[in-house]
């Protein structure tokens, strides 16, 4: 490649990419503008679109390490720490915190679809990382892994918590499935949480690297259920760092418990387990470092004592952990001395109290402690016959920190697995997620036997990477005859290198661990250097005696040989073992007590040829099972990349980032994905999914796929764009299968209207045919009535003629006993009188706006004697009476298990008042509460329903009275009902205010804020009056719409369709129009819920029609449907605005408006005037409904929104609240602008050929095809699509 004089390219200087103009270019050198002269290698074309920092470098056109870093570099500056190479996610640790990892942000992504994650809607994030591991689990019914890689201080163990945080927030708790969000996490939940704190105190340290080093791999594993809950977790540890128990380096420190414990504990605790100051121990004051900056360690302390009771380690279990670290410490304060250095030695006079402070935490004898630190038990190699040598100065100090090292790694060991224990499952998990945190690659100045077990795992890793990513493509590819070759870099020999079976490097330091004595570090590298002189990935180091090369995937790594063999062993002399079987204390004793594995290393170190357990093994063989595992689930990458080495934000270290991406692999996968085909399909799976978008298709399998592609515009045999394989359709990039998915969604949204529109008209017919058979037995019932009561007049009048007759007869016989028969007679009619009239009284609530007014009429007495008759329909502010047993919490509470202060009490509720009694028979009065306007009445949670009794009745509800609540139980649901309704409405009639309402000609309503509304009816009649103050009341308040938000009435039924059916009576109120109501009415007291659509649509220019309709089952599903789609979020909130029905349904519509409730003062009050402006201009007297129907007919054909049902649509769109109004009629869906109430755009309906009303089923037409759709669920489909459709009539309107 030349570069041109003015180009713009990258070029490496200092192992860093920086951007630069090409001044000239000759003989393979390049001299930038800035005068710097590099070889053409190290250049490269500059790319565009990185300095947009794109969310998916896969779509970079220029593909280079430099251009990747420069897009990385980008988005890192604007704080975008996250970047895709296609499924790979990389973050950069920003070294700061950035606030989008809230709550919020797991809703959304949580929320969002997935193909949100897909078309670049999401931002890419870990959470997305996280939720396409969680709904791929649950859509393909297979466990899943996330393996967050990277090196020390990338943030893997950030981003591990990061996963677990969003899968406990989104798992569907107790089996639920759907987002219960900001529900309360479980208890096992909280453990995975909790966790954390204790790993990281125990596991992590400060290095120069990370103030939060994890010195440990883990893999956790999250256990689910089938339905998506979290029902347990395993945490698996690898390989930790126990040499930094007894040496820290320079500027940094041991494991932060040590720290924690110093610094947290209380003094009495400080006593209890002998701890001191830090630079008291020798371990923590070694490297004079014992602060962490902006770290409360105090707190820390306690977060991790908090996270000990939430992971349910017992009281003893923490005392004995508290034992053996400040033992630990302790036991580093053993100082020995001896003549000379070569001499054995003795522990020095003044470490006796430390000493003495290590055998009492652990329960040691002290004498054998001493001895276990100066002398080694040696076995002669006869039949068990040994003696006792005392160690150097130099070997006693190796004997103690052995020993402070083998309490430590045990005390790791144990507490990972209880943790781990305490929070598995019980049941096998159906799927598991698991997150991989484990060491990256790792070249320190000086690297020894440790080093080569991290990179080792990062070899293996790799190779699981490079099989996924390659090796499963290529063969994929292969199997389907594609002829497509891509080429990657495969490290399997590297791997073999190190692993294979007894021959590989391990297997020969295996081998010289074998020989006991006589194996050596020396003898190990001379054979690995006869074995392997000549290995492509061995390098011999020529000029060392101790070392060798290894050249990894990501760098040639030199290892240090010395030590090799000890470190592998790690082997536990005897007297160190017995010493620690020596402790008396159970706690102590569980944690350390080794229980035998098998192989013994310190076998091998005394001769013995036996099978060695030796740590690289026991290495090889977890991560050998950690790799199954991982191939075992449908892996998700995540590379976590360090932006600078300082620890501190707003650095982006280019060569820095240079050598971790040379290692993360991301190239390669660039590379891949470019040469291979991002989506893949069945023919049949495809076919099935995309038949659609071309009606029939002829063929089947590779024949139909081919058909539909065609027929979509896409060329089948350009290899760029598809590869047709022997059962698969390759496609090369994601977004052409967006793009038929976008052909398919619409063409469904089309069908959907279809549907739509013939439910609609289904649904009102079925409203009307029942209500037309109400009416019918209504109107059957009222003239039964009539006539029963006209057959008692007729009774009463003869029995009064009778009557008439005996006076006449009884006069001239005995006048005295006919006068008697009279009077009885007399004051029978009026106690029955008088009884109904208590009884009969009927109270109705009107809510307008919040104010709850209280109207009342007494039917029953208007047909009685011209006594009570002008007093007729008269306000009856008489309460409801309930009366009967209910258990009472005794005023002293209850003591748990104890309930015998719970009493059964006789309640009698009068108006505002609840009196109890000891019985029935009401002598014996017990107490009683007044009921104020504060007051309320409430269930008992589920929750507290365990501190409750049981016997007592098991239906509870309280009292609440001036922040005092009584507990009440009775034995039925409904008689729960009953009580906690009727005290509700007691307390909503203090509320009411009202004082009177008098009726005569002229009535007067006293509303609660104190003023009075008055109104003249001409009637007697109740009905008329209770319809008057309803209509008067509103329209005095100026409210079109109001609802009737409960009835209730004594025994005798309360019929609002009696009340409003009268039409003739209704059509006095004047030229008003009323609008919906909904309506829930009591019947009577039995029949408690029965909620009812109310219509009153009046007017004088069309005749009143005031309906009520069932609010039956389909009412529900739609507004749960409606409620469903407002929390997915593509539309805000969907109301039923306006409904319409009437006699002749949706063939007839008078005039519509546009109401709404809600809070947008302007539009409403705009359109109230609006409504009492044509109310005042209509003059015209009455019309037939023959009248309407023409008129509606040929509005209609004016204006396309005449006869509308509306729905207020309010959607989230372009960062505005967007609201819409949609409008459905009889000839299509209509989209109105809710601001300016234009119409944005119409959108008419297909035919429709057949319905069949008994199946649901039905058939409709679209472009020239024949459809069945199933009507199951209509309200669901129908607002399902809803949104989505009003979306994509907005976006397609030009
Ligand atoms: N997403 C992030 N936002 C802000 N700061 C972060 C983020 N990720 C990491 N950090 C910072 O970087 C530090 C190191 O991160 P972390 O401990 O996760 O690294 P690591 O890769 O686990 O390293 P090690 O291998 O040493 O355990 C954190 O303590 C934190 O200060
Ligand atoms: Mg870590």
Known sequence: MSYLPGAKIYVKLNNAWSQAEVGSASGGKVTTTNGDTVSEKDCCSYSAVAAQGLDDMINLDVLHAASILHNLQTRFDADKIYTYVGSILLSVNPFKPISIFGDDQIETYAKAD???????????????VAKDSFEQMLRDQKSQSVIISGESGAGKTEATKYVLKYLTAVSSKGGRKGAQLGAELSPVEKMIIQSSPILEAFGNAKTVRNNNSSRFGKYFEIQFSSVGEITGGVITDYLLEKSRVVCPAENERGYHIFYLLCKGCSPEEKAKYKLDSLTNFYYTNLSGCFDIENVDEVEEYNAVQQAFK???????????????????????????????????????????????????????????????????????????SVYKIKLKKKEAEAARDALAKHMYLTLFSWIVKKVSDNMKAEKPPAFSIGVLDIFGFE???????????????????????????????????????????IEYEDNKDCVELIEKKGTGILGILQEQCQLGARGSDSEFLNNTIQ??????????????????????????????????????????????????????????????????????????????????????????????????????????????????????????????????LGYSGVLE??????????????????AKRFAILVGKVSGEGKAAASEILSKSNIDVSDTKVVAMGITKVFLKREAILLQLEKAREQFLLSSVLVIQR?????????????LKEEAKRKAEEEARKREEEEKRK???????????????????????????????????????????????????????????????????????????????????????????????????????????????????????????????????????????????????????????????????????????????????????????????????????????????????????DRSVLTASVKTSNAKDVFLKVATTVAIQKGIQFFSLVKAYTTPDRLDFYNVFSERDNVADLGPYRLAFY????????????????????????????????????????????????????????????????????????????????????EVTNKWEADILNRAAEIEDTKKSINECMEEYITKSQENPLYGCTFFEVSMIREETDYAYILGVNSTGLHVIDRKTRSLVVSFPYVSIMRWSRSSKKFNFTTQGENHWTMLTKQGEEINKFMGIYVRFLLDNKD
């Open 794 to 1008: 007729r009774e009463e009048a003869e029995a009064a003629k009778r009557l008439q007759q005996y006076d006449q007869e009884e006069q001239s016989t005995g006048e005295d006993e006919g006068r008697e028969r009279s009077t009885t007679q007399q004051n029978d009619a009026l106690k029955k009188l008088n009884t109904n009239r208590s009884d009969g009284a009927q109270c109705t609530f009107l809510n307008i706006k919040d104010r709850v007014m209280v109207l009342g009429y007494t039917p029953m007495a208007t047909n009685h004697r011209n006594k009570v008759d002008n007093e007729s329909p008269g306000i009856s502010m008489e309460p409801v009476m309930i009366k009967g047993w209910l258990a009472k919490e005794g005023s002293k509470g209850f003591t748990t298990g104890r309930f015998n202060n719970w009493q059964k009490r006789f309640f009698v509720m009068k108006k505002d008042r609840i009196v109890y009694y000891k019985d029935d028979s009401l002598k014996d009065k017990k107490g009683d509460f007044q009921l104020e306007t504060s007051s309320s009445v409430s269930e008992i949670p589920e929750s507290y329903h365990k501190n409750l009794p049981t016997g007592v009745g098991n239906h509870f509800f309280q009292v609440n009275i001036r922040g005092r609540s009584t507990k009440l139980a009775c034995d039925h649901e409904t008689e729960k009902e009953k009580w906690m309704d009727g005290i509700s409405t007691a307390i909503l009639q203090l509320k009411s205010g009202i004082e009177k309402v008098k009726t005569g000609a002229d009535f007067s309503v006293h509303m609660p």
């Open 310 to 384: 939430d992971c349910k380690m017992t009281n003893m279990e923490v005392d004995a952990i508290k034992r053996i670290l400040s033992a630990i410490l302790h036991l580093g304060n053993a100082k020995f001395e001896s003549p000379e250095d070569d001499d054995p030695c003795n522990l020095s006079a003044d470490c006796a109290a430390s000493i003495k402070a290590v055998s009492n935490l652990m329960d040691f004898s002290e004498s054998q402690l001493s001895h276990s630190l100066t002398q080694r038990t040696m076995s002669t190699g006869g039949r068990g």
């Open 443 to 485: 070249v320190m100045p000086v690297n020894s036997f440790e080093q080569l077990c991290i990179n080792f795992a990062n070899e293996k890793l790799h190779q699981q990477f490079i099989h996924y990513v390659f090796a499963l493509e290529m063969e994929e590819y292969d199997k389907e005859k594609l002829g497509i070759t």
């Open 1078 to 1161: 909904r309506v829930i009415c009591l019947k009577g007291r039995d029949d408690l819920s029965d909620p009812k659509l109310l219509a009153v649509e009046y007017s004088q220019t069309v005749r009143a029609n005031l309906m009520f309709f069932e609010y039956d089952e389909n009412d529900a599903i739609e507004l749960a449907a409606l409620q469903l789609k407002v929390k997915e979020g593509t539309i805000n909130s969907v109301t039923h605005t306006r409904g319409f029905l009437s006699e002749n349904l949706h063939e007839y519509m008078p005039d519509s408006q546009l109401m709404r409730y809600g809070d947008n003062a």
């Open 114 to 128: 997935v193909m949100a994650i897909k078309d670049g809607t999401l931002k890419p994030h870990i959470f997305a």
């Open 669 to 686: 996968t660039i590379k891949v994905r470019l040469a291979g085909y991002a989506v893949r399909m069945d023919y049949t799976d495809f």
């Open 758 to 770: 013939y439910w609609r008209r289904e649904f009102a017919r079925r409203k009307f045919q029942k």
């Open 531 to 660: 074995a392997y002189n000549k290995h492509k990935y061995f390098i011999v180091e020529k000029r060392s005696r101790t070392e060798f090369s290894i050249s990894h995937y990501a760098n040639p790594v030199k290892y240090e040989t010395e030590g090799f063999l000890e470190k592998n062993r790690d082997a536990v002399n005897d007297d160190i073992r017995s010493l620690m079987d020596s402790t008396k204390m159970p706690e102590i004793k569980s944690i350390i007590h080794k229980k035998e594995d098998g192989g013994d290393a310190a076998a091998g170190a005394r001769g013995r040829r036996k099978k060695v357990a030796t740590v690289a093994n026991k290495f090889k063989e977890s991560l050998q099972t950690l790799v199954s595992v991982i191939n075992s689930t449908t892996p998700h990458y995540v590379r976590c990349l360090k932006s600078t080495e300082k620890k501190m934000p707003g650095i982006f270290d280019g060569a820095n980032m240079n050598r971790q």
